[in-house]
């Protein structure tokens, strides 16, 4: 499973794109994505029960969740150290090192002072899920390097330019197409002839990345000469086969 994870690439738009504090939550930090969607709607303390600690208790998980609430669709790597924990600081009152939490803080980080409140039933703070066996709130990878590319339905001459990450391979581009068109797998994936070398277009190999199949990111170069990324846009073709295939 987190083999899968590691190869599992978002972009940051896609992670810009959860930004609900209600109920669609993502975070990226240190290179990973994170849904925490479910862990606030567990600690959000939307009841209330009996027993006056548990009552406390609750209500403190609410506020504790207001930090993580507030960073959805954003990227929190400052947040922590090189290491993946939470960056810490000498409290210059105390004298005594504690998390550094100017945001606020949040579940899973100790009080500065001892407390009765502080619930201490989890395994691993939510930010060490990688970590876990059995990620619960772990989805993938943030991508170093993204770029634009043009997919062209040629028979229907449809167009769409979409942003995918450098590290995606072909399959991974093709499910994030579907939402354009569900029968993208009934297509056979091409890219033009690079001249003086390729004469026919070139059937890409699914199992691979564009870089991979030749299709060449050349908006360093771009940068490099003053030109704008999307001054060059490559594009792939999509040949119909004879099925209908709903991937």
Not at 23 to 51: P, Q
Not at 77 to 82: I, T, V
Not at 89 to 98: S, V
């Amino acid at each position: 499973m987190h083999e899968d994870l590691t190869r599992t690439y978002f972009t940051p738009n896609e992670v810009a794109s959860h930004n609900s504090s209600q109920n669609d939550c993502w975070v990226s930090f240190l290179g990973r994505v994170y849904n925490l969607t479910d862990l606030i709607l567990e600690n959000k303390g939307w009841y209330e029960d009996a027993e006056k600690r548990r009552r406390m208790t609750v209500k403190l998980a609410g506020a504790l969740i207001q930090p993580i609430a507030d960073a959805a669709g954003k990227d929190i790597s400052h947040w922590f150290d090189p290491k993946g924990d939470v960056k810490r600081h000498i409290n210059m009152e105390t004298g005594i090192e504690e998390y550094y939490t100017p945001m606020g803080r949040f579940l899973h980080i100790p009080p500065s002072d001892p407390s009765m409140d502080f619930n201490t039933d989890f395994d691993l703070p939510w930010w060490k899920d990688h970590e876990s066996a059995e990620p619960k709130y772990w989805v993938g990878m943030l991508s170093k390097k993204t770029r634009m590319i043009r997919i062209v339905n040629m028979l229907t001459k449809d167009e769409h330019t979409v942003e995918v990450c450098s590290e995606d391979i072909l399959e991974q581009i093709q499910s994030k197409y579907l939402m354009h068109n569900k029968h993208a797998a009934s297509y056979t994936w091409k890219r033009l002839p690079r001249p003086g070398v390729e004469k026919e277009m070139v059937v890409l190999d699914m199992k691979k990345t564009l870089e991979q199949n030749g299709v060449v990111d050349e908006s360093e170069e771009f940068e490099e000469l003053g030109l704008d990324d999307d001054y060059f846009i490559p594009s792939l073709h999509l040949y119909y086969k004879d099925d209908l295939t709903v991937a």
